[in-house]
């Protein structure tokens, strides 16, 4: 029996991205797609914008420098509001394509700011879960009855006192919103949907089938079970396994890296250095710290886009100064909000042109990347024979992780343009096998004087962002033809980058020159 075609199928995918333009459809010749078109959202009269008023965008690279973006409407991106008409083209596949194994990565959703502003009420949001609350899901109310069942899972190191659902009804820092849940019971809802034609996950799936692992933040845990729950619905607690990963790298064993530290510190330098030349930006600063009458200082060290997004993604107004008799005085404002968004894109427009970055996330993500190629090759070798298949082994694994993983990842992966990951962002890997090409399919394609398809098992792979294709825009695809009756990249091409070329980037071979080469 002629042995198979493998295929690597990567989905990068979020509800919405910040400032990302939606591809040609000449880039969908397996997978056709309609671009998302969406007009600004009204403003209230008092500048607020409603998050439930902007629609989820399925645009994945940067806007043309023709265009200047808009930084409030661009935010809304960032929010990612649950969005009921979004449409996930994860699954999908050539005729008769079998699916392997899935490999996942998500932002966790929606949370509470990690910093307060001084001087001022912190938002008030509810972080406990109710049916009766907007946003909800049909799913929320039986994924609240399922989390009490937790106690019967298996939990690494300290997962086990970590709260498995947000249960504060004024939200603690960086505690995960019902929006938060939402975003992921959705996600996991959607791919639940693509891919149950494939039956990746049986029924009665083992414990080797399903692996997931999150880092010890209560959002990051939470987030995790909500897409998983949505993914499998009612899953068997006694199955499960949920593993801790201690690095926001996922870097497991392999975290020693001095290289990529000292590359991290230049690239902090260049970010304060492009601060302090904007003018507006201390401008804007200044008249904030005044109207809060607060040391400017004190304003910057307290991160005041963090509590001013969390504002603007719950429709909430922003800020006021809090007197000490309970009312308000000046309020900070949408323009000042403007001026500091602007400030972050024209950071990433120099943070591409600077190449630190770049540098920085080729050696933080290698341990992940390595992982999951591996996984990848070892399931693709199986399905072509050359090497016994273990039962049940790789076939889904979740990460459950943070913007500081998934930006960085795209950036290794060469998706550069890609704005910073919004809430519950999600990275999906999808490993499929063709078809066997038979005797007579060879000869037909013979007499026509087609190429015919190696007999070797050779595998690919495909990556989408958004549900979107993106294959040929990641530096180990770039290069091949958009337009081939089969727009694959060779699986090989993959594994390469990721055990060898990467690290060009570097003028370095291997991840152990890279790390502990001594500058100079």
Known sequence: M?????????????????????????FFNVIPTTPVVEERPPQAANG??????????????????????????????????????????????????????VHIMIRHGDRYPL?????????????????????????????????????????????ASVPRLPNHSACEMGELTQTGVVQHLR???????????????????????????????????????????????????????????WSTLFCGSACDCPARNRYLEEEQRRQYRLRVADTELERTYVDMARTLGIPTRNLRAANPIDSLLCHLCHGLPFPCMSMEDGSTSGCLTMAQFAV??????????????????????????????NRTAAKMERVAKAAAGKQPARAGDDVFTLSSAHDVTMAPLLS???????????????????????????????????????RLKPRDGRC????????????????????????????????????????????????????QEACFRRPG
Not at 215 to 237: C, E, H, V
Not at 341 to 369: F, H, N, S
Not at 415 to 443: D, H, I, M, N, Y
């Open 2 to 26: 002629l042995a198979r075609n493998c295929f690597l199928l990567l989905v990068v995918a979020s509800g919405a991205v910040l400032a990302i333009v939606s591809f040609s459809l000449q």
């Open 48 to 101: 607020a914008v409603s998050g439930s008023q902007v629609k989820s965008r399925k645009r994945v690279f940067l806007v043309p420098h023709t265009q200047k973006p808009d930084p409030v409407y661009e935010a809304f991106g960032y929010c990612n509001t649950p969005n009921r008409t979004e449409q996930a083209w994860e699954g999908h596949s050539p005729a008769d394509y079998t699916l392997l194994s």
């Open 115 to 159: 910093y307060s502003i001084p001087k001022t009420k912190r938002p008030a949001i509810n972080c406990t879960l109710s049916i009766s609350r907007n946003p909800s899901h049909p799913l929320l109310s039986a994924f609240i009855s399922h989390m009490a069942q937790g106690g019967l899972g298996h939990w690494e190191s300290s997962l």
């Open 187 to 245: 996600n996991g809802q959607l791919l639940h949907q693509a891919y149950q034609r494939h039956r990746l996950v049986p029924s009665n799936w083992s414990p080797r089938q399903v692996w997931v692992e999150t880092t010890g933040k209560s959002r990051t845990l939470q987030s995790g079970l909500a897409f998983l729950y949505g993914f499998l619905p009612d899953f068997n607690w006694k199955k499960l396994t949920v593993r801790h990963q």
């Open 340 to 369: 500091i968004r602007r400030q972050q894109l024209d950071d990433e427009v120099d943070r591409r042109r600077a190449g630190l970055y770049r540098k920085y996330a080729i050696l933080a993500m290698y341990p992940y990347l």
């Open 412 to 450: 290794a992966l060469g998706l550069e343009e890609a704005r910073f990951p919004p809430f519950a962002a999600r990275l999906v890997f999808e490993l499929w096998k063709s078809p066997s090409v038979t005797g007579g399919e060879q000869k037909k394609k013979a007499a026509k004087g087609e």
């Open 460 to 511: 690919f792979i495909r990556l989408l962002y958004n549900g979107e294709d993106v294959t040929f825009h990641t530096t180990f695809c770039s290069s091949l033809s958009r337009h081939n009756s089969q727009p694959l990249c060779p699986l090989k091409n993959f594994l390469s980058f990721v055990r060898k070329d990467m690290f060009s980037v570097v003028n370095a071979t291997s991840y």
